[in-house]
């Protein structure tokens, strides 16, 4: 990417590791907070990278930035989790230039999600942009290409039924329950963490499984307070976790710790208990799966659910594709364009240059020169001229290096290589 004078980085490169690959013990090992996504953008600011965008869910951990090299990139995803170089590359992809831009429209659009057509993601590119750009590692580059995969997000969704029914994590959750479960309306539900993930979870288990015994449970209890009143649901202390889980039918752990929350000791085996885990890293202990009576359930495992309503969104993937095809092609478009711009610029200053020397020498030889209409007519010439350039370039871009060669040749800008 260096001839598009975009960054000071050589190169465009996205490095991470999904669900595709890594497990979610391996997720977990690389998943970022909130706290730590800042950490790594201001040491990328100190470093000297001017365009980067860092995301972490439950499916994913990836970095889209310039580099001179993608190890720079790695290196400070490892600094700053519990993952080593080694593991990353055991699961990881590095794309580079064209490449990471088509995956990161790929990311956007819901087509490489775990759940096709879970357009979540967006949302949390969105946000990952507004951090970097809040951190000033955000360049002009990441703004249009991030705003590029918006609008292909916006005109799928509009466009097509890739994203029709519910989609997401917290929708497969509550699919899986109403499947599995018998009686689930009269089952004690019980949601330990009320960020994003357990938010949505909330929602769709009031809208789809009719149960009115919903409890919330939140380390910092006026959030749980919040959805609770929106729900009109029950909310208990944090130190009474113990005690409701032994109540509950159904435990739903959607935390952000890094550490497991839910250990055997918490867990009343004589009563049958299904546990579903919707946290990245895992916050349900190792020691709690198999235990006599205990179903533990991963978000890995529910992502894998399929029914009607998915299978049928693979019918509008290729639809996608082509509005993707679309808009990305727009967008290297005007990538192109930007690796014409110093050229053009220098030719615009040069005509302009020939032309006020020009206009000059007129001037003092004819009598009754009108110096401002010759202005108007020669500057119009110039944009002519500059508008058939700037076309020849953007529309031959087979030849494009060859022909910004010649222009500079022949008009001596040898400033603009």
Same mark, same amino acid.
């Given at each position: 990417?260096?001839?598009?004078h975009?960054? !000071?980085?050589?190169h465009? =490169?996205t490095?991470?590791?999904? &669900?595709?690959?890594?497990d979610?013990d391996?997720?977990?090992? %690389?998943?970022?907070t909130e706290?730590?996504?800042?950490?790594l953008?201001?040491q990328a600011k100190?470093?000297? /990278?001017?365009?980067?965008i860092?995301?972490?869910?439950c499916n994913?951990t990836?970095l &889209?930035?310039f580099a001179?090299?993608p &190890?720079q990139?790695?290196?400070?995803?490892?600094?700053?989790?519990?993952?080593?170089?080694?593991?990353f590359e +055991?699961v990881?992809f590095? =794309?580079?230039?064209r490449?990471a831009i088509s995956h990161?429209?790929?990311?956007?659009?819901?087509l490489d999600s775990?759940?096709?057509?879970?357009?979540?993601?967006?949302?949390?590119?969105?946000l990952? %942009?507004i951090?970097?750009?809040? /951190?000033? @590692?955000?360049?002009?580059?990441?703004?249009?290409?991030?705003?590029? @995969?918006?609008?292909a997000?916006?005109r799928?969704k509009?466009?097509?039924?890739l994203?029709?029914?519910a989609?997401?994590?917290? %929708?497969?959750?509550?699919?899986y329950?109403?499947n599995?479960?018998?009686?689930?309306? #009269?089952?004690?539900?019980?949601?330990?963490?009320?960020? $994003?993930?357990g938010r949505d979870?909330?929602? #769709?288990?009031?809208k789809?499984? $009719?149960?009115s015994?919903i409890?919330?449970?939140?380390?910092? +209890?006026?959030?749980?307070e919040?959805?609770?009143g929106?729900?009109n649901l029950?909310?208990?202390? =944090?130190?009474?976790?113990?005690?409701?889980?032994?109540?509950?039918d159904?435990?739903?752990?959607?935390t952000g710790?890094?550490n497991p929350?839910?250990?055997?000791?918490?867990? &009343?085996? $004589?009563?049958?208990l299904?546990?579903?885990?919707l946290?990245i890293p895992?916050n *349900?202990?190792?020691d709690?799966?198999?235990?006599?009576?205990?179903?533990v @359930?991963?978000?890995?495992?529910?992502?894998?659910?399929?029914?009607?309503?998915l299978?049928?969104?693979?019918?509008?993937?290729?639809?996608?594709?082509e509005?993707?095809?679309?808009v990305?092609g727009?967008f290297?478009?005007w990538?192109e364009m !930007?690796? %014409?711009?110093?050229?053009?610029?220098?030719? +615009?200053?040069?005509? $302009?240059?020939?032309k006020d020397?020009e206009?000059?020498?007129?001037?003092k030889?004819?009598?009754?020169?009108n110096?401002e209409?010759?202005?108007i *007519?020669?500057n119009?010439i110039?944009?002519?001229?500059m508008n058939?350039?700037?076309?020849?370039? +953007?529309?031959?871009t087979?030849?494009?290096?060859?022909s910004?060669?010649?222009?500079?040749?022949?008009?001596?800008l040898?400033?603009?290589?």
């Amino acid at each position: 990417m260096e001839n598009y004078h975009i960054s !000071r980085g050589k190169h465009f =490169y996205t490095i991470g590791l999904s &669900y595709k690959k890594a497990d979610a013990d391996i997720r977990g090992h %690389f998943s970022l907070t909130e706290e730590g996504k800042s950490n790594l953008l201001q040491q990328a600011k100190i470093e000297g /990278i001017d365009g980067l965008i860092v995301t972490s869910t439950c499916n994913r951990t990836e970095l &889209y930035g310039f580099a001179q090299h993608p &190890y720079q990139l790695i290196k400070l995803l490892c600094q700053h989790t519990h993952g080593t170089v080694e593991e990353f590359e +055991k699961v990881a992809f590095v =794309y580079k230039n064209r490449d990471a831009i088509s995956h990161m429209f790929k990311v956007g659009t819901g087509l490489d999600s775990q759940i096709l057509g879970d357009f979540e993601i967006i949302s949390q590119l969105k946000l990952a %942009f507004i951090a970097s750009k809040k /951190i000033g @590692v955000a360049n002009p580059f990441m703004e249009r290409l991030i705003n590029s @995969v918006i609008q292909a997000s916006k005109r799928i969704k509009n466009e097509t039924q890739l994203s029709s029914g519910a989609t997401s994590v917290s %929708f497969a959750s509550v699919q899986y329950i109403l499947n599995e479960v018998e009686n689930v309306t #009269n089952k004690n539900i019980l949601l330990f963490g009320t960020g $994003k993930i357990g938010r949505d979870t909330c929602e #769709n288990l009031v809208k789809h499984s $009719k149960n009115s015994h919903i409890t919330l449970i939140n380390r910092t +209890k006026n959030k749980a307070e919040k959805i609770a009143g929106k729900f009109n649901l029950q909310v208990k202390d =944090y130190a009474d976790l113990q005690s409701e889980i032994r109540q509950t039918d159904i435990l739903i752990v959607a935390t952000g710790a890094q550490n497991p929350t839910i250990s055997k000791e918490l867990i &009343y085996a $004589k009563k049958k208990l299904l546990i579903l885990d919707l946290s990245i890293p895992k916050n *349900v202990a190792e020691d709690v799966i198999g235990m006599e009576n205990v179903s533990v @359930v991963h978000l890995d495992q529910l992502s894998q659910m399929t029914d009607a309503t998915l299978e049928r969104r693979k019918e509008f993937i290729p639809q996608a594709q082509e509005i993707i095809k679309e808009v990305e092609g727009d967008f290297n478009k005007w990538l192109e364009m !930007r690796k %014409f711009a110093p050229t053009i610029k220098a030719l +615009k200053k040069k005509l $302009k240059t020939m032309k006020d020397a020009e206009l000059d020498f007129q001037s003092k030889k004819l009598v009754d020169f009108n110096s401002e209409q010759a202005e108007i *007519v020669s500057n119009r010439i110039i944009q002519k001229i500059m508008n058939h350039f700037a076309n020849h370039l +953007k529309d031959d871009t087979n030849t494009s290096d060859e022909s910004l060669e010649l222009i500079q040749k022949v008009f001596q800008l040898e400033d603009s290589i």
